[in-house]
């Protein structure tokens, strides 16, 4: 039933949208491109993640890039070139014991992809966590766990750490999978389809939870050390009254930053999650942070730049309002949002201001891109690869 629920309300809140939407026809706004992001390449993973809720993003590590498919192909390329070193498809591996548990021929995967000391961790929808040899793909072990990873896995501290959609925080031992801990958090019975990736910080596992809730384990054990409140339900309808932490937290300098649906932008103190301030933005996207500036996407499509020592909004761009916006990224001196008609959005950091438009893929832009000092990367909904430069 809970499952079910998940599902539903996923649908009701993009129906909501989209009847929101309907009503009035939505415009971009009129944009003179003062930059001219530059293609580097474009390559093709797998099927992509098609219309399927996904925690799946690619990850740049040095001169490498890896990416996977919902379907079950897993790839390394080279940065510079798009070039693919290897591939590897999880569909194939033990026939006899993999492929049965996988339906429709595809291995679901939606979790990943997670690079730590020379290994990749991936989830799927079916329970399973892998993890493969970053080197040449090689699969070095794969373990059941009790619910569906949709959210990348977390690394540090001698651990990977999975978070369920059943709210169940797995503790695994990164040579062999073998589970070191478990602790199960509470779930209401309507969630959003979505899960906030774990953070290891500072020997502990900071989580987020569908009840509005976010909390540390000791990572050694799984013990909790705190848990705070930062949204309660409020409304009359059940849209209303979600209340999901599925923002991935960050941390800095001992502070944590976290937001929820129908909730605040709350900072705190990591070591004993004393409130240090709080805002009122609400989110289920990834935020971002570049110095003392967090950027966010709020669950109508507004984007935000806020102090993060005082909470202070330095601007707001409502420009893009209920246009299916992904989670920002920065780059160099931009901010770069992507929407579900497969534009990207180039934004000047400082300001707020728009500074370009790229059309690149129908299919959509479901997840925030990636980058480094030199390169940002962006996947779209039917697996293209796509790296952009600015000089």
Known sequence: MKLFAKF?????????????????????PDVQNSINPEKVWQSKVGKGVAHYESGLTPA?????????????????????NG?????????????????????????????????????????????DVFALNAENG?????????????????????????????????????????????????????????VSEPVIEAGGVIYGSGTGRVGVLIAE??????????????????????VDVDA??????????????????????LRSGRQIWKRD???????????NVLYLVDSTGGIYAVDRRNGSEIWGQQGLQRHFLTGPTVYKD????????????????????????QSLDSSGFYRQAVANEDYILVTSRNGELVLLQVP
């Open 8 to 28: 539903t309300v996923a649908l009701l809140v993009a129906l909501t949208l989209s009847a929101c939407s309907s009503k009035e026809k939505l415009v971009l």
């Open 60 to 80: 740049i590590v040095g001169d490498k890039v890896y990416a996977a498919s919902r379907d079950g192909i897993v790839v390394a390329k080279n940065l510079s």
């Open 83 to 127: 070039r693919t070193i290897w591939s590897f498809d999880l569909r194939s591996e033990g026939k006899s014991s993999l492929l049965a548990r996988f339906s429709g021929d595809t291995a679901r995967i939606a979790g990943g992809v997670t690079f730590n000391d020379n290994k990749l961790y991936l989830g799927t929808e079916d329970g």
């Open 138 to 194: 090689q699969l070095l072990w794969r373990v059941p766990v009790k619910g569906e990873v949709i959210a990348s896995p977390a690394t540090g501290d001698g651990l990977v750490v999975v978070v369920t959609t059943a709210g169940t925080v797995i503790a695994l031992d990164p040579q062999s999978g073998e589970q070191r801990w478990t602790f199960e958090d509470e779930q209401p019975a309507l969630t959003i389809r979505g």
């Open 221 to 242: 054990r799984g013990y909790q050390a705190w848990e705070e409140v930062i949204a309660t339900p409020q409304g009359s309808t059940d849209l209303s009254r979600l």
């Open 248 to 269: 991935k937290p960050i941390v800095v300098a001992g502070t944590l930053y976290t937001i929820a649906y129908n909730g605040e932008l709350v900072a705190m103190e």
């Open 281 to 291: 933005y609400a989110s289920f996207r990834n935020m971002a942070i570049a110095g």
């Open 334 to 357: 931009y901010l770069v949002v992507g929407d579900n008609k497969g534009n990207l959005h180039w934004l000047n950091r400082e300001t707020g201001e728009f500074v370009a438009r």
